[in-house]
């Protein structure tokens, strides 16, 4: 399958050409088979025989990893014959919640939408669960558990994430000296899986110490002011993990412009950037979160549920990790490529 | 007097009725153009559910700008209204018991005496900016930033990047029940612009604000105690702002940290789109429900048409920048028109 896939990079020019060499069907076989699935399972999966209509919004489409994950929802959906009109989070609850307000009142085939406020959509999604509709939540909880009756929830494994940066990060710098963390929002549920896989693996190392850990809430101008009096304070500072690499690059600027260097730096989430940054040692290492397969899963669950009538909890668990690989210097190049297709 | 002379007198009337009515028939010619054309756009909009949708996407901005009605009619402004909503809904959800899974330390209290002390927080931050403005002599501009920032301090304070879930019985009820079908967040929001629209209309403190942000030196001299009407109106936008965060929390589902942020702009848009003047004395609550209903409809219209995600952004706020186009336009040729 490999194989067939260097052939098809070879003749493309762009990721269009690509979907276009491979085919539809062809595309969804291979796709699955990256994806982990079994393809006598993935034979289930069909190309919807009709135009499907599908609703979807994330957190706000001015962060690039949701940017990017529209982008990839929409390319799914042409393969599999779904139109998908999109509702902008703008990275707000209560924005978020007027739009999908405006969603529910519409009739969908499926709606997969990622929360930015956890608990603030409830109302208008149990209206559109009530008229029938299959619900997909993608990466964040859309209410604590129990609440909704959701088909099923696509994420990564916060914890794994931190878990496998910290890792690299902790390696290279040779299990001693000071390292800091540098946390998203505090109330988000993936800066708190992140910090915990963080500790989990920093306990394991008793001459690391941790010397900060404060919030900069996804902001790269937090993260300036926080960097600029860290970096005085200890000077001897060996390495920094970030809850995201926005995050980690704002760091990086800081270190530069104070004429420092190779302070180790590991991120998440492996966007473009980061991944480039890891290529040229800038960083040490960032982990996938998997906007792509997050994204375009959740329009394969939805045509599968309207297609093939699978039922939540029978035939679809109510949980799917969507997972993705700790990027160091070795498997930066491919990745880059998985990501320019959409297909991670 | 001569025809010519009559003609060109029907002509001037009819210029100065314009030029005084300009800021209240835009936004109302704005409104018609937009139900037109999302009527015709899309076959869901004139819906009894989408209709409603509006009203109640609309209505916890529109308790909000009630309040802000009030300090932009004095020619102030209040920039903490969003920060105040949000931390007076998490105090709300500080004193009521919430999930074993929320991990916030709290203080419940009954429900009554949560409500009742949640609206007494209220009042004291709207008399610590009045206190400011009046007293201390600091800009509105600058005490309700202040104020803002003091309002998100708290927020983060209480609940500490977790989000609460509970709320009193009744608030949940006004903030996300229903009624006959109707929300009771639109009831509550009708009722409270009503009363506000009666104050200002016929009660001497209703003139006053008229007064005050018409021309504060006339009022001065008139004897109105202008410090006294602009700390009531900073209360008041402040016990609105409670009212609305209390709600809204509720309506929202849960408290969190920067939860109302979007209110502070939405809510000014509201009241200023509507035609009320940013340099105070003229409008008044008829204006800022055409600002929620020109607001509330460009909102749900552009998300039951297909269009692009990143277009509509822009859509809104070149909407903005013609209603302020206008409502500046119709300030000067008021003045224009009391020059000549």
């Known amino acids: 399958m490999s194989h067939d896939f260097d052939d098809i990079n070879e003749i493309a020019k762009s990721r269009r050409d690509v979907f276009k060499l491979m085919g539809a069907t062809a595309a969804a076989g291979a796709m699955f088979a990256t994806a982990g699935f079994d393809p006598a399972m993935a034979q289930e999966l069909k190309k919807a025989g009709r135009p499907l209509k599908a609703a979807m919004s994330n957190a706000g489409l001015q962060a690039t990893w949701c940017a990017q994950g529209k982008q990839a929802a929409e390319a799914w959906a042409k393969l599999m014959n779904v139109e998908v009109t999109w509702f902008d989070g703008e990275l707000s609850a209560t924005k978020q919640r007027a739009t999908i307000d405006n969603m529910a009142t519409q009739k969908w085939d499926f709606v997969a939408i990622q929360t930015f406020g956890i608990g603030t959509l409830n109302d208008p999604i149990k209206r559109v669960i009530e008229a029938g509709t299959p619900v997909i939540t993608m990466d964040t909880m859309m209410a604590p558990e129990g609440q909704l009756p959701i088909h099923t929830f696509i994420a990564p494994d916060n914890v794994m994430m931190g878990s496998v940066v910290a890792d690299q990060v902790l390696k290279a710098m040779g299990g001693k000296g000071k390292i800091a963390m540098t946390q998203g929002a505090l109330g988000h549920s993936g800066a708190q899986g992140r910090a915990k896989g963080f500790k989990q693996v920093l306990a394991n190392y008793p001459n690391v110490e941790l010397v900060d850990e404060q919030p900069a809430d996804w902001d790269v101008t937090k993260v300036a002011r926080i960097w600029d009096s860290l970096l005085t304070k200890h000077p001897d500072l060996k390495a920094g993990f970030f809850h995201n690499d926005d995050m980690a690059l704002a760091a990086d600027k800081v270190i530069k412009s104070k004429g420092m260097s190779g302070i180790l730096l590991g991120g998440v989430d492996a966007m473009p950037p980061a991944v480039n940054a890891v290529l040229d040692g800038t960083m040490v290492a960032t982990v996938r979160n998997p906007s792509c397969r997050i994204h375009g899963w959740s329009i394969a669950a939805g045509v599968a549920a309207v297609i093939a009538g699978e039922k939540p909890g029978k035939d679809i668990p109510n949980f799917i990790l969507a997972d993705g690989p700790v990027i160091t210097k070795d498997n930066a190049a491919g990745h880059l490529w998985l990501q320019k297709n959409f297909l991670i | ?340």
């Not at chain 2, 202008?226 to 016990?239: C, L, Q």
């Open chain 2, 1 to 340: 007097m001569t025809l010519a002379d009559s003609t060109k007198s029907q002509k001037s009337s009819l210029k100065q009725l314009l030029s005084d009515q300009m800021r209240n028939i835009a936004p109302i010619f704005t409104l018609i153009i937009l139900v037109l054309f999302f009527a015709v756009q899309s076959p869901v909009f004139f819906s009894v559910a989408n209709l409603l949708n509006i009203l109640s996407n609309a209505s916890i901005t529109g308790i909000i700008a009630v309040g802000l009605t009030f300090v932009i009619l004095t020619g102030e402004i209040d920039l903490s209204v969003a920060a105040l909503a949000n931390a007076i809904g998490i105090t709300m959800a500080f004193f009521t018991i919430q999930p074993d899974y929320v991990n916030i330390a709290t203080i419940p209290l009954p429900g009554l005496i949560c409500i009742v002390l949640t609206l007494a927080s209220a009042l004291a931050l709207g008399a610590v900016t009045a206190f400011g403005v009046t007293k201390i002599g600091i800009p509105s501009f600058i005490m309700t930033l202040a104020m803002m920032q003091i309002a998100n301090g708290v927020s983060a304070l209480l609940v500490r990047g977790q989000i609460a879930y509970t709320f009193p019985d009744l608030i949940t009820l006004l903030g996300a029940g229903k009624i006959f079908g109707l929300r009771w967040s639109i009831i509550v929001c009708s009722l409270l612009l009503l009363f506000a629209h009666l104050v200002l209309t016929y009660t001497r403190f209703g003139r006053y604000v008229f007064m005050v942000g018409g021309n504060r030196e006339a009022a001065e001299y008139s004897g109105v105690n202008v410090k006294m009407i602009i700390g009531a109106v900073m209360i008041i936008s402040a016990m609105c702002s409670g009212l609305a965060g209390m709600l809204g929390v509720a309506y929202f589902g849960s408290a969190q940290q920067n939860g109302f942020d979007d209110f502070l702009l939405t809510a000014i848009s509201a009241v200023v789109v509507g035609g009320t003047s940013l340099f105070g004395g003229r409008g008044g609550i008829g204006n800022t429900i055409i600002g929620l209903l020109v607001l509330g409809v460009l909102n749900n219209g552009l998300d039951l048409i297909q269009i692009d995600s990143f277009l509509k952004i822009l859509i809104r706020g070149l909407i903005l920048l013609a209603a302020l186009v206008i409502n500046v336009y119709a300030q000067k040729l008021k003045e224009g028109g009391a020059e000549g």
